[in-house]
């Protein structure tokens, strides 16, 4: 009996305490498949968001403190994408809402790429957080803008006093946050470059855990040695590898990306850290500059001219040109369209070919080639080269370190016939690769647009639904995500991102952007 009474007196004078209260959210994701990155298969559980942070993932109570409650059923809920081959600069200012990214799914995008970045990143990122973007930005120091600050368009070796000018402004890079170092092996100065040069500024780049990024020399009919050389670079220089857009360009190359892939894994299982990104399309997108010599386009426009005024160089160029075409067992430069001429836009969507022909000339590929000529003489002229295979296409895609980019700018709504890929690539993949073609599974797509590239950037806050890390989110329809972006008809928004959330803010809301601009500065480990 008294035993009784005590524990009566015990349970009234101390009353087991109340269960705590969790700690109330911002938003709330109910009832979503929940694809956290890492490759594994999908779960249904809620996400909870706090102060730009995930705050819980798992079967929440239904009293769950949330001000705002986003339903998720039937949708996917994933780690927002991460866009690890852009080139958004000069863009940021004409559309800081990157409406083209978010409708993508993408929440970051790593710019700085092939071989070209912003020469003086710590003013840049301060000049970013300023403008506040409506994504993440992360970004690369180009070895291609660092040699023209010390060498300009100089076709020769640079001094060593010359490679230590370039090491101090690497170094600085690195300091201010750069995530690593690009080349860019076929633009001017790049092309002038020899590998010692690549290796002595990778070293510097690997002194602050950075990666060596790079558009290779080749990427047609001396791919394998371009992917030896960049090997190489990784390993004298002792830092991570990431080839861009691998790809197989022209006719006589198709069919060999197991090979390219063998060499790869090869380096991989020797030790290697490398890596690899694709965008999803058949065609490329450069400069028409790219087409010629390189020797000619040496120490600025000004000498490319007085080469081009000299009637043996114009002849023996055009001869280059016409025998490039041969190369890839074509007629007419029918396979190059022009995306955006500022001195004539009515070119823009036409192929060198119906240019040619526009402007009266005789059809055949000699003349055709002096037409390139006096367009890169007039201006630059941004192009789409129809020249791979589906079948690469496919084989690289199944390669599983290998990532997904767009090789894009912030697309300016109507500006010029651009490569669909900028409004389209994550949505090609979800909706064409996985959903109808099933190359690969929709679990491991995710990954790889996800998890993956947060640890090759070392971007250790996103990339996985964790608890404490970044609230980057997408949910999406699996049935109705889709590109709608054509070559001929670039300007569409790809369909069935319902929501993205950048740093815990609602950016997209039921398909719509909601113009805010929560994106920032991600900085690579080595920042000081």
Not at 60 to 80: E, F, H, I, Q, S
Not at 439 to 445: F, K
Request: positive net charge; proline residues 5%; aromatic residues 8%.
């Amino acid at each position: 009996m008294w035993r009784a009474i005590l524990l009566l007196l015990t349970v009234a004078l101390f009353p087991k305490p109340a269960p705590a209260q969790p700690p109330r959210a911002d938003l709330l994701i109910r009832n979503g498949r929940v694809l956290d990155g890492t490759g594994n298969a999908w779960f249904y559980a809620d996400v909870a968001v706090r102060a730009g942070k995930i705050l819980a993932v798992g079967r929440l109570p239904k009293d769950y403190p949330a001000d705002t409650v986003l339903d998720a059923r039937g949708l996917v809920v994933a780690p927002g994408f991460i866009d690890v081959h852009t080139h958004i600069e000069d863009d940021e200012v004409k559309q800081p809402t990157a409406d083209n990214f978010l409708y993508d799914g993408v929440t970051t995008v790593i710019t700085g790429n092939c071989g070209s970045s912003r020469p003086d990143l710590r003013r840049y990122f301060a000049f970013l957080d300023s403008l506040h973007l409506s994504v993440n930005v992360a970004s690369l120091v180009g070895h291609g803008t660092v040699r023209k600050e010390v060498m300009g368009r100089a076709n020769r070796t640079p001094t060593e006093a010359e490679l230590g000018q370039m090491e101090t402004l690497v170094e600085q890079s690195m300091q201010a946050g750069a995530v690593g170092i690009s080349s860019g092996l076929i633009y001017v100065p790049g092309t002038y470059t020899r590998t010692p040069e690549l290796v002595r500024l990778a070293r510097v780049a690997a002194r602050y855990r950075g990666l060596y990024a790079t558009h290779m020399r080749n990427e047609s009919d001396s791919v394998r040695q371009a992917i030896q050389e960049a090997l190489l670079v990784g390993r004298e220089a002792g830092l991570p590898v990431e080839i861009s857009h691998l790809k197989l360009g022209g006719q006589a190359n198709w069919g060999h990306a197991a090979d390219l892939l063998n060499l790869i894994e090869t380096a991989r299982q020797n030790g290697q850290e490398v890596t690899i990104d694709q965008y999803p399309y058949t065609a490329s997108s450069t400069l028409l500059s790219t087409l010629l010599p390189d020797n000619v386009q040496a120490d600025g426009r000004d000498s490319l001219r007085v080469r081009l005024a000299r009637p043996a160089v114009r002849k023996s160029v055009e001869a280059f040109l016409v025998a490039r075409l041969r190369k890839r067992k074509l007629r007419h430069f029918s396979y190059a369209v022009v995306a955006s001429f500022p001195p004539d836009p009515s070119y823009n969507g036409l192929s060198l070919e119906a240019i040619n022909q526009r402007r009266g000339r005789p059809h055949n590929a000699r003349a055709e080639a002096a037409t390139i000529l006096d367009l890169v003489l007039q201006h630059d002229a941004g192009m789409v080269f129809h020249g791979m295979s589906e079948f690469d296409v496919q084989q690289i895609m199944r390669y599983p370190f290998n990532m997904l980019a767009s090789d894009a700018s912030i697309r300016v709504w109507q500006e010029g016939v651009p490569h669909p890929r900028g409004y389209g690539s994550n949505a090609r993949v979800l909706g064409h690769y996985v959903r109808e073609l099933h190359v690969i599974s929709l679990e491991e797509a995710v990954r790889r647009m996800t998890s993956l590239p947060a640890q090759t950037f070392g971007l250790t806050d996103r990339g996985l639904l964790r608890p404490g890390l970044a609230a980057d989110l997408v949910v999406f329809d699996p049935q109705e995500v889709a590109e709608r972006s054509t070559f001929t008809q670039p300007h569409q928004y790809s369909v069935g991102m319902r929501y993205v959330l950048v740093n815990g803010q609602l950016t997209v809301r039921n398909g719509q952007h909601t113009k805010r601009r929560a994106g920032q500065v991600l900085y690579g480990p080595g920042r000081r």
